[in-house]
């Protein structure tokens, strides 16, 4: 499974836009990107997966160069509420457990 | 809530007892996982059933660790002989085996488990 390097912690302000970006330089060509979302005192959540480009939900959206060596979640708008550690996970479909490979993330602090 | 859960949500324990964790998943679901997570780290994977088979074991999972998950349904994960080292969240998750979000898991609040 590829390695992934994110920044240990971000600040922001209720409203802004935050993105957070994640180094897979070794992700192979089967594997995919995730995002969890984790509050304390509970499990992770999934926030977006993808593979190439942008992909994006109600919550996120994800861009991913073609290269695919990195990737960025963009939270628009965030608020108090978001404050949280996102983890960002790389994996394939070679691995058929599909079991989730954790970092140790990203812990973000949103500020009024 | 996600529709996973567990219980006990709290366990404390004296050095040397064993505990046993339950883990109910989503009902459809025929993949279940289980993760441990120490304070400021992220979740480390444990355990992995397809139905009732355990497909996968972590290195982590020593000898007095064991887990079960009969019938395909509820999963328990016994913790023998507990050691302070042990202190950690157990959490259990859940998934779909395919579709297009292969790496979507629905986790539960897990258990916090402290060894004294």
């Known amino acids: 499974l590829a390695k992934t390097t994110q920044p240990i912690s971000m600040d922001s302000y209720e409203g802004q836009e935050v993105n957070i970006t994640c180094s897979h330089n070794?992700?192979?060509?089967?594997?995919?990107i995730t995002w969890y979302q984790q509050f304390p005192s509970q499990g992770p959540r999934f926030i977006i997966q993808?593979?190439?480009t942008k992909v994006t939900n109600e919550v996120a959206s994800l861009f991913i160069p073609a290269d695919r060596k990195s990737s960025t979640l963009s939270l628009p708008r965030v608020s108090l509420s978001d404050t949280a550690v996102y983890y960002c996970?790389?994996?394939?479909?070679?691995?058929?457990?599909?079991?989730?490979?954790f970092g140790s993330g990203t812990r973000l602090l949103v500020r009024p | 809530d996600t529709g996973v859960s567990q219980d006990p949500r709290h366990k404390i324990t004296k050095r040397g007892q064993n505990v046993t964790f339950r883990c109910d998943p989503i009902?459809?679901?025929?993949?279940l996982y289980w993760y441990r997570q120490t304070l400021g780290q992220g979740p480390e994977f444990l355990t992995y059933?397809?139905?009732?088979?355990?497909?996968?074991k972590s290195r982590l999972l020593s000898d007095r660790f064991s887990a079960e998950r009969p019938k395909g349904s509820f999963s328990t994960l016994e913790i023998q002989r507990t050691e302070q080292g042990d202190s950690a969240m157990y959490l259990c998750?859940?998934?779909?085996?395919?579709?297009?979000?292969?790496?979507?898991?629905?986790f539960g609040p897990g258990t916090r488990l402290t060894v004294t």
């Open positions: 998750a859940s998934s779909l085996p395919t579709g297009d979000r292969i790496y979507e898991q629905y």
């Open positions: 070794n992700i192979a060509t089967n594997d995919y």
């Open positions: 993808g593979y190439k």
């Open positions: 996970l790389v994996g394939g479909r070679m691995d058929s457990s599909y079991k989730l490979i």
């Open positions: 009902s459809e679901h025929n993949r």
């Open positions: 059933f397809q139905n009732e088979a355990q497909l996968e």
